[in-house]
Nanobody, 124 residues
Framework: QVQLVESGGGLVKPGGTLRLSCAAS????????VGWFRQAPGKEREGLSC????????YYSGSVKGRVTLSRDNAKNMVYLQMNSLEPEDTAVYYC?????????????????WGQGTQVTVSS
């Protein structure tokens, strides 16, 4: 059974940093594309970053490029999203997701397994 579990969210002040983690069981993350997404209240889900399967190439959306870094630890079967210079507009529930193919995409509908999400709140 495939399971993704996010952690690392919380309350942070503007300008602060967080590192989100995504732990996987039932699949080997470096064989699949993995993406990070977020959804704020009243807004559509937004793709933030993704990583390709074995190759490990990373991609970022324009809204977070330069402020976030996606990384993968193959030994731990985990993916991380380091977020810097957080702004109130970054407040959302953040999700990791795995795609059945190694080619990544920012389209969430292309992903078949999702975590339960972790809340990130940026507020002073």
């Amino acid at each position: 059974q495939v399971q993704l579990v996010e952690s690392g969210g919380g309350l942070v002040k503007p300008g602060g940093t967080l590192r989100l983690s995504c732990a996987a069981s039932g699949l080997t993350l470096n064989e699949y594309a993995v993406g990070w997404f977020r959804q704020a209240p009243g807004k559509e889900r937004e793709g933030l970053s993704c990583i390709s399967g074995p190759e490990g190439s990373t991609y970022y959306s324009g809204s977070v490029k330069g402020r976030v870094t996606l990384s993968r630890d193959n030994a731990k079967n985990m993916v991380y999203l380091q977020m810097n210079s957080l702004e109130p507009e970054d407040t959302a529930v953040y999700y990791c997701a795995a795609r059945e193919f190694p080619i990544p995409t920012m389209n969430g509908y292309e992903y078949h397994s999702w975590g339960q999400g972790t809340q990130v709140t940026v507020s002073s």
